[in-house]
């Protein structure tokens, strides 16, 4: 398989903890998942908590296997320490770890094929990297730039 050009190589990296505020949503993403970061920005803001990083999605459901309609995601904002939050938020942490990650310059629509490239080069690397897929949208402009983290079975 050759490299798309819209995706970079797969890198290893070390994960640190990640501390985040999140919506859990279901189906396509593409519908609801910004009201649901826009709701958690403004509710960050009015408690003044400040967000560290970019915003990102850890997808539970592999879209390509089970249809769009079957998703099961969150929405999700870093922020510093444990923060306590009302319903309908909720305060999870990813714990430190090892992912395998790739950076994709395109659409969302590319997605997919940016998952092959990267599943493909784990496997020839004898690299296991399970779901949830992490999804952090870096750029989300004219031209998004968007990193795919796996995590790494040890």
Known sequence: MNKPLFVSEVEIKNKTLTRFVCLPGEKDPMITF???????????KKQNIKVINDSFGVYYIDRRKYGVEKVKWDACVPVRQKIEVEKPFLYKELPACKVSSVILTGGYDLIGKALEWMEYRLKEM???????LI????????????????????
Do not use: G, H
């Open 126 to 132: 004898n690299i296991e990297a399970k779901w949830p």
């Open 135 to 154: 999804e952090i949208y870096v750029k989300e402009e004219d031209t998004p730039i968007t990193e795919l983290q796996y995590t790494m079975v040890s």
């Open 34 to 44: 910004n009201p649901k970061r826009d709701s958690i920005l403004d509710f960050l």
